[in-house]
């Protein structure tokens, strides 16, 4: 089993900056990639941003391209969503998620909440 806990949310005014960590506890033996999603109120949780299990290899959604970066700390088992120029339309729970080799998304974490105010 592999657990996951985001921290770092809260509020912030538009134009602001927010960095999110996602550590991972369990099998993290395994050579997971890592995304973070995010689910804003009355509407499905969607993509935000992935990478590989090395690093090397980055996607975003296009909402964010150009504002956000994901990274990840294998030594400390932990993977970052870097924020940055917030929008009020980020507003959202954002939770991360570990994809196994070869299949979806399967270990999600609690989530933390991302407030920007105009």
């Known amino acids: 089993q592999v657990q996951l806990v985001e921290s770092g949310g809260g509020l912030v005014q538009a134009g602001g900056s927010l960095r999110l960590s996602c550590v991972v506890s369990g099998r993290t033996s395994r050579p997971y990639a890592m995304g973070w999603f995010r689910q804003a109120p009355g509407k499905e949780r969607r993509f935000v941003a992935a990478?590989?299990?090395?690093?090397?290899?980055?996607s975003y959604a296009d909402s964010v391209k150009g504002r956000f970066t994901i990274s990840r700390d294998n030594a400390k088992s932990t993977v970052y969503l870097q924020m940055n120029s917030l929008k009020p339309e980020d507003t959202a729970i954002y939770y991360c998620?570990?994809?196994?080799?070869?299949?979806?998304?399967?270990?999600w974490g609690q989530g933390t909440q991302v407030t920007v105010s105009s």
């Open positions: 990478i590989n299990w090395s690093g090397g290899s980055t």
């Open positions: 998620a570990a994809q196994s080799p070869g299949r979806s998304y399967d270990y």
